[in-house]
DNA sequence: TTTGCCGGATTGTCCGACAATGATACGAGC
DNA sequence: GCTCGTATCATTGTCGGACAATCCGGCAAA
């Protein structure tokens, strides 16, 4: 038989302090917008000095469980934003040498559905959104930067006309991962800015009419063109994303 | 014209320090398993007190930019482990009342695809691991625990022989948010475990033989049975899910 | 080679302190 | 009565220093 033992854990009073205070936050006992007390008043509460607290508070703050609105000294509880988690993700699979190849397969098996989804689901107002990053795309032949936040803003407009939670976070990190090669495209391929325009009106007008398939097929056809696009910029799908 | 002002950025020496550390970490000059300097020697650099560098340390911490090998002292950088950022999203979307059926069609857009990418990619080794883990599902007919850890563990499998780090990542989320429900189907439905180890026995024949499409196909089906076990449970598919 | 022991290094936690700045109450002026 | 400046208080950011626990590395003993 084996003689092995498990390690005998030992927790950390800070970590104990910020686990106490999550697992408030999420089942919901401390609800968001609420302010938590201040800092002296914690430390009476748990029996921990100031500054054990303060190290919680900042782990907690980092998971996005807590946030300081703008200007105010209290800490208040809030729901991670979807930026910062997806940054997340994002800087776990680059620390993770994953690949350009690897980011735009994720994206073909995702995005089309999310496509025809939305053209499922889209309300009124969803559609005024997109129309308008659509035409934000259109009307500006300034910088790469400018274009490239647009075609992402396309995108999420679309996996918000969902309206499904899961698919917009999945795509996310996503986005984030595609953005820098995406710039290299804008700027090496001349024709890259009109197909992309061209993309989005024809997602637009397959969205509009509630066509899944055909919105499907159009997203389809537009995240090929990306990878022609790496190809056509010169870069290589194996390589490794960096900063 | 607006007279809207940019706040004015204020940020504390804690995070400054926890920027500066994590920059260094994310461009690879600190590489992965290297140990930190001491935290008194952290202070002394960066000219602030020790507390301050603590108070970082714990918010890359968090983002499992670093980590403490156990029973070690020192800290030393790390590759935020996917559990861990997984387990960061499915907080979020909880918080974000995240309901049983975005969740199912995340999944059903998402894992499909990934099991016909498996069947194309997967190398001997992953044909051993997908095997030994549907055994694993089909012989305990033990606790609902067991069994529902088995499952997500053949999805893993899968994900992990399409050599595609963003998948794996994407559908990990998924499967936390998906186990507390299936452990009910698993409970409550009799017929659940032999149909899931049905879907398993043709997932791994056509993954072994290579067949995407078939591949593809049963995974639909076997998606498609969750929501019938929805169904038999008698588990709204518009439940916000809770902890 | 393993075991026992020792000193130094490092972390976890505490105490106490202080300046800067939000929050708040209050009175002055329109 | 309402806005505005001001005084007061509350709270955070940061610091200095301290101490016990424990990990590390070396060295001697078995």
């Known amino acids: 038989m084996s003689v092995e033992f498990d390690q005998i854990p030992f927790e950390p009073a800070y970590r104990k302090v910020a686990d106490a205070i999550g697992e408030r936050i999420l089942t919901r006992v401390l609800r968001e917008g609420e302010r938590l007390p201040p800092e002296t008043e914690l430390a009476r509460q748990f029996g921990v000095h100031r500054s054990t607290v303060r190290e919680a508070l900042r782990e907690l703050q980092s998971r996005g469980l807590l946030e300081r609105r703008t ?18 993700v994002s800087q776990a699979l680059l620390l993770h040498d994953v690949t350009v190849r690897e980011v735009w397969q ?6 089309p559905p999310i496509a025809g989804s939305a053209a499922l689901a889209r309300s009124a107002q969803d559609l005024l959104a997109l129309d308008a990053a659509a035409a934000a795309f259109s009307a ?11 075609t992402t803003e396309v995108f999420r407009c679309i996996a918000r006309a969902t309206h499904n939670t899961v698919l917009g976070l999945a795509q996310e990190p996503l986005l984030q991962l595609l953005e820098p090669s995406l710039r290299v ?4 391929v001349p024709q890259a800015r009109s197909r992309i325009a061209l993309a989005h009106e024809q997602l637009r007008t397959s969205i ?6 055909q919105a499907r097929r159009w997203m389809e056809r537009h995240i090929a ?10 870069i290589d799908l194996g390589l490794v994303l960096t900063l």
């Open 71 to 88: 200007g105010s000294k209290r800490m208040s509880v809030s729901r991670p934003p979807h930026e910062r988690i997806a940054a997340g």
């Open 140 to 150: 500006r032949r300034a910088g790469a930067e400018e274009a490239v936040r647009c």
């Open 225 to 234: 063109d990306f990878r022609r696009g790496y190809e056509l910029a010169g």
């Open 106 to 111: 994720a994206l073909t098996i995702l995005e």
């Open 185 to 188: 495209i804008i700027d090496k």
């Open 208 to 213: 509009h009419s509630g066509d899944e398939s």
